[in-house]
């Protein structure tokens, strides 16, 4: 999607990989091709907008010029970019402060493949009763 996009409006379609240490690189095979381009970022999923505005800082940093974003879906009520964000999908999905989830109410299990789910366990445990919105205030 990103590509044909970029190809529409004659400028670079640019990707990201995650290094070792979860930071954001362009592959060094593209970072000489896009100084000086109109670039489109591509992106899968956007909730706050924070991962297009740091791609979109890496693409500066190579001395090209962000056109936009191309997304497959928009999921956050409040994202935000100094640049236009075309999204195939635009549905907000909830979500809860840790405290207060109802899933983790209902003991739902959590994912660790999908979002920041290995996260939450390795800091709250597996046990729902450890999870902050089980606890009694």
């Not at 095979?29 to 706050?48: A, F, H, N, P, Y």
Request: proline share 4%; net charge neutral.
């Amino acid at each position: 999607l990103g590509g044909m996009l970029a190809n529409h409006l004659n400028c670079r379609f640019v990707f990201t990989e995650k290094d070792s240490e979860d930071n954001h690189k362009i592959r060094d095979s593209l970072s000489g091709l896009i100084r000086g381009s109109r670039v489109l970022v591509s992106e899968d999923i956007v909730t706050s907008g924070k991962t297009v505005l740091e791609v979109a800082s890496l693409v500066s940093d190579q001395g090209a010029v962000v056109v936009g974003a191309s997304v497959l879906w928009v999921r956050g009520k409040d994202v935000r970019t100094v640049f236009p964000v075309v999204s195939l999908i635009n549905k907000v999905l909830p979500d809860w402060d840790e405290k207060v989830c109802p899933l983790c109410k209902r003991f739902q299990p959590i994912r660790t493949d999908l979002g920041h789910g290995g996260e939450f366990l390795a800091m709250y445990g597996t046990d729902p009763i450890n999870w902050p919105a089980n606890k009694l205030s």
